[in-house]
């Protein structure tokens, strides 16, 4: 999300650690593609970084064998949505509404407003919300979530995809008319429906931000997510002309979340509390996802940085790119709810085009950038707490099991197995 001016820096970043055979092996083959082949592009551009990525991961599954569980035969690809068939899309469709159909398997005395096994992956978000973002836990345990969300959708609800992800620069000058917003059949749904309203007053994080509306601001009106209830959160149940979003801890600080433990807002977000899902598309912010953007954050050095300016936060200027955020607020309406903006499916496309930044930037220095972690696991590190370490669990309630963070870092070890077209 979005900061003010006037934040200080957080902790630095913790070297890598002794890797295993395997690991060791995909680490020590930085990514010298562009010294083997000519890449496109110029180095820093875009083209040029995804190629290099490209290269590096296929390189090193090819030296793989069929012992190795992730290897060229068994990798999953993610593709963008809009390079997706007609009929791969709507299978990822329907396996999402599968997911809402499905009975939740949260604690009903800590979540008492989930109905669904989608509603267990939006609670798990609201529940670790103070914990993952404007932290050193923001793209590891977003990158954990959405592939336990994956495997859902596979194992329970039969999708035979790679997760899609959303290329924002490719739409940014219209995302309502792209394929993901478009109101077909194959897309997420269509904007909301317009009336006229003003700003969204966003607390949380103990920042206050004006959120101008946007070109929709009412329920999404067509498509395959049309009349999609949403049961968890705090926005009330019919769009209003202007609105407040309050999440704001009481001055005390926070609680560490453990499920059961929670701060009050968040214990307020797990009631039940049906309301259509909303949208507002807003052309400010998705002036903000080009091409241009996405190379600015990747010009980063390390992991630190990456994560700071994700979210604009890495200065004390008063106005910087803010990436992560700039895609929630492109979306509006749930989306620009911190806690409960995976309500909306379109959320989990944003993440993915998150995870593949991320992804992509690591792939740049492999030796250097995949093991690496900074900042603490506080929004801003207020109130303070220790760095980061590769040991820092990652608790996901009803959505999946814990992680330690060190098994999150690489999309090819591990759990993980899977790259990006």
């Known amino acids: 999300m979005f900061v003010a001016a006037g934040l200080l820096l957080g902790h630095g970043i913790q070297a ?24 496109p592009g110029k180095p820093g551009s875009f083209e040029y970084m995804d190629a290099k990525y490209k290269s590096y991961v296929k390189s090193e599954l090819k030296k793989r064998t069929t012992l190795d569980p992730c290897n060229q035969h068994t990798v999953h690809t993610r593709r963008e949505w809009g390079a997706m068939s007609g009929s791969d899309r ?46 050193g836990n923001l ?7 959405l592939w336990e969300y994956e495997q859902a959708l596979r194992n329970e609800c039969g999708y035979r995809g790679a997760h899609p992800y959303w290329d924002w620069p490719k739409y940014y000058l219209d995302p309502a008319s792209s394929p993901i917003f478009d109101g077909s059949d194959t897309s997420l749904g269509s904007n909301g429906e317009y009336f006229p309203h003003g700003a969204t007053i966003l607390e949380a994080f103990g920042l206050t931000l004006t959120l ?6 009412g329920p999404v009106y067509k498509g395959p997510f049309a009349n999609f209830q949403v049961n968890l959160g705090l926005t009330p149940p019919t769009p209003q002309p202007a609105q407040r979003i309050s999440l704001a801890v009481p001055s005390n600080g926070t609680a560490p979340v453990n499920g059961t433990t929670v701060p009050v807002v968040a214990k307020s977000a797990l009631d039940y509390n049906p309301r259509p899902l909303t949208r507002d598309i807003n052309h400010i912010w998705s002036n903000q996802t080009k091409k241009s953007d996405v190379e600015f954050l990747m010009s980063c050095d390390n992991i630190d940085c990456l994560e700071k300016r994700a979210d604009g936060w890495e200065t004390d200027a008063a106005v910087q790119p803010i990436l992560h955020a700039a895609g929630h607020f492109t979306i509006g309406g749930l989306a620009n709810d911190p806690f409960a903006s995976p309500g909306d499916p379109a959320f989990y496309l944003h993440h993915g085009m998150v995870d593949r930044v991320w992804t992509i930037w690591q792939a740049q220095d492999p030796a250097r950038r995949t093991y690496s972690v900074g900042g603490t696991s506080t929004p801003f590190n207020k109130p303070p707490s220790a760095p980061i370490t590769l040991n820092e669990v990652l608790k996901f309630e009803a959505a999946g099991p814990n992680y330690r963070i060190r098994d999150t870092l690489s999309a090819i070890n591990g759990k993980f197995c899977y790259m990006y077209e």
Not at 23 to 35: E, L, M, S, V, W
């Open 139 to 145: 793209f590891a345990w977003h990158r954990a979530f």
């Open 212 to 217: 101008p509306g946007g070109t929709g601001g």
């Open 16 to 39: 890598a650690p002794a890797l295993s055979n395997s690991t060791a092996a995909t680490a020590d083959t930085t990514a010298t593609a562009d010294t083997a082949e000519k890449l």
């Open 90 to 135: 709507k299978n990822y469709i329907n396996a999402v509404k599968c997911l809402a159909q499905k009975p939740a398997r949260s604690d009903p005395k800590v979540v008492p407003g989930a109905r669904s096994r989608f509603d267990d992956f939006l609670a798990s978000h609201i529940q670790q919300a103070y914990n993952i973002h404007f932290s």
